[in-house]
């Protein structure tokens, strides 16, 4: 059974950078047609893509965000990463990694359980 | 970037009852319009894609439909374990958006 999970620092200072990791487990990152996602939700709002990354390291980008956002793999680890830089409180969020598939036509059908990001001093 | 709405945003309804909740693009996104399932705490779980086609493992109470600007998702009859947020997602042009979600919640 394919899982995702999150890790990274629960709080991050304005102004630095937030830095999260998903990790797959029970397949290859570099298997199969997916594409690797970040989505976040600020409480009590709703869900707001971020980009996403390929195995073989092509990217896609919110426009808003790209000028802070970076994304990477590392398939010897079975990881992929999220980094936004100067950071404010608008960015404190439950941030998801997710999974878009072929299967589905490209639509979010795994997700992590997400990890709380609060940017406060 | 294409925005969408959900409404109502909240609807309030008793178990065994017929949900209907919808969703307005404010430009066409053809079908290529999602529904998502999130309770508390929880990820968001894939209900439908392509506008009208259940994900596997979704009952069959759960069905959508439309095309271009103006989408539903039914649920025919409400299970206890159905009272959660609804949330609808286009992947028509970039970049993929969502709606602010539905609220189904119990009577």
């Known amino acids: 059974q394919v899982q995702l999970q999150e890790s990274g620092p629960g709080l991050v200072k304005p102004s630095q950078t937030l830095s999260l990791t998903c990790t797959v487990s029970?397949?290859?990152?570099?298997?199969?047609?997916?594409?690797w996602s970040w989505v976040r939700q600020p409480a009590g709002k709703g869900l707001e893509w971020i980009g996403r990354?390929?195995?073989?390291?092509?990217?896609n980008h919110k426009p808003s965000l790209k000028s802070r956002v970076t994304f990477s793999v590392d398939t010897s680890k079975n990881q992929f990463s999220l980094k936004l830089t100067s950071v404010t409180a608008a960015d404190t969020a439950v941030y998801f990694c997710a999974r878009e598939g072929d299967e589905v036509n490209w639509y979010f059908d795994l997700w992590g359980r997400g990890t709380l990001v609060t940017v406060s001093s | 970037e294409i925005v969408l709405t959900q409404s109502p945003a909240t609807l309030s309804l008793s178990p065994g009852e017929r949900a209907t909740l919808s969703c307005r693009a404010s430009q066409s996104v053809r079908s290529d319009l999602g529904w998502y399932q999130q309770k508390p705490g929880q990820a968001p779980r894939l209900l439908i894609h392509d506008a009208s086609n259940r994900a596997t493992g979704i009952p069959a109470r759960f069905s959508g439909s439309g095309s271009g600007t103006d989408f539903t998702l039914t649920i025919s009859s409400l299970e206890p374990e159905d009272f959660a947020v609804y949330h609808c997602q286009q992947r028509s042009n970039w970049p993929w958006t969502f709606g602010q979600g539905t609220k189904v919640e119990i009577k």
């Open positions: 990354i390929y195995a073989g390291g092509a990217t």
């Open positions: 029970g397949a290859s990152i570099s298997s199969g047609d997916f594409y």
